[in-house]
């Protein structure tokens, strides 16, 4: 692997990760589930040509299935990792900064897809090799999904899309949201319900609706989303950093709230994820506490969800070798990944942001 033309502008090397959970986990037919996905890709032409296939696998979307679900029916693994192959398809358009590609142009192709997902006979897109991907993803989806996951999903997908639009909004003004704007909206872009109902799905669990939406449950799914997507913005960082404006993420929100540097910036990124974490160990705990088996293995995957990210992010050429920087891949490309033993900083209270601070109300005393 060459030197990359620049270095990264947030220094060296990446910062150390908290994360006190079971790591280093993955479904143990992962070659099987990448294998099948990659056939399924290729089946229907998603990438017009070997360059874009080669920026296509490079983002491990089967490794990232099978790291953030380690256990499960093989089936849905499958249909999620296509899903996921599809999704950062689209993703990497929404990104690709092309005059093209602004809010209007974001939001319109999101409600078709969504009410796609809703009515797959509604025809709302035009012909082509993703539109033909989708219409196969969404009818086997609901063929294996029940109603009530089924709506969860498409809840998952809306956070998912609204996220990306209201990105893409800020971006298109250049206007840089206020920390607990970026805390509220921003990481829905990581659409964490989206993947999170494929967990269950995999494991057969069916919580019933009042736990699932219970509001402490909701507080720590939402914490489990904002932790996933501080580490994404530092891990795709590097990929998104030749944008003008700069690409609305955690590290640039804050360097332009305190007027410094992005490699400046890290710390305190860093030292405000840390704290959500400790939130989200402890209130995982106290859950768990007294909790039936299909709550506590809800539990374990939220925990799956956050830690697996990180491996995968780790692992991925997508982020290793930025397209930015290479003009193909390499197979090979790994981050260091630096885990800490424990918090960057030692505040275990609640954040003067309300958009967060909400969520220390059901850790109790």
Excluded at 279 to 304: E, I, K, N, Q, Y
Aim: with cysteine; net charge negative; aromatic share 8%.
């Amino acid at each position: 692997m060459t030197a990359p033309p620049r270095p990264s502008r947030l220094g060296p090397r990446l910062p150390a990760f908290y994360c006190p959970l079971e790591r280093d986990l993955v479904h143990p037919e992962a070659k099987q589930v990448e294998a099948r996905a990659v056939e399924w890709v290729d089946s229907f032409g998603l990438y017009p040509d070997a360059v874009e296939r080669a920026w296509g696998l490079a983002t491990h979307s089967a490794d990232f299935t099978c790291r953030i679900i380690p256990e499960g029916k093989v089936e849905a693994l499958l249909l999620f990792a296509e899903w996921n192959y599809w999704a950062n398809a689209v993703d990497d358009w929404q990104d690709s900064g092309s005059e093209e590609v602004g809010t209007g142009a974001v939001v319109e192709h999101g409600v078709r897809l969504l009410r796609t997902i809703e009515n797959p006979g509604a025809s709302l897109l035009p012909d082509g090799p993703m539109t033909r991907a989708l219409v196969d993803l969404v009818s086997r989806t609901h063929a294996m999904l029940s109603p009530f996951e089924l709506r969860r999903f498409t809840e998952g997908t809306r956070d998912w899309l609204l996220g990306a639009a209201w990105r893409a909004a800020r971006a298109e003004e250049g206007a840089m949201p206020g920390l607990n704007d970026f805390a509220a909206l921003g990481p829905l872009a990581n659409g964490t319900r989206f993947s999170l109902t494929w967990s269950d799905v995999a494991r057969e669990d069916r919580l019933p609706a009042e736990v699932l939406y219970s509001p402490a449950l909701t507080a720590l799914t939402d914490a489990a989303g904002f932790i996933v997507s501080a580490d994404n913005d530092l891990f795709s960082y590097d990929k998104d950093d030749h944008l003008e404006p700069p690409e609305v993420n955690l590290v640039n929100v804050l360097a332009h709230r305190e007027g410094c540097s992005p490699a400046e910036a890290v710390p305190l990124a860093v030292a405000l994820r840390d704290r959500v974490m400790v939130l989200f160990t402890t209130l995982r705990a106290r859950l768990a506490d007294g909790a039936d088996p299909r709550l506590r293995r809800h539990l374990a995957a939220l925990g799956h969800y956050v830690a697996g990210c990180v491996a995968w992010q780790g692992r991925a050429p997508r982020y290793a070798t930025p397209r930015n920087r290479y003009g193909l891949p390499s197979a090979e490309a790994r981050l260091a990944v630096r885990y800490a033993d424990v918090p960057s900083v030692p505040d275990r209270e609640a954040p003067d942001l309300p958009a967060l601070a909400s969520w220390w109300q059901w850790v109790g005393d």
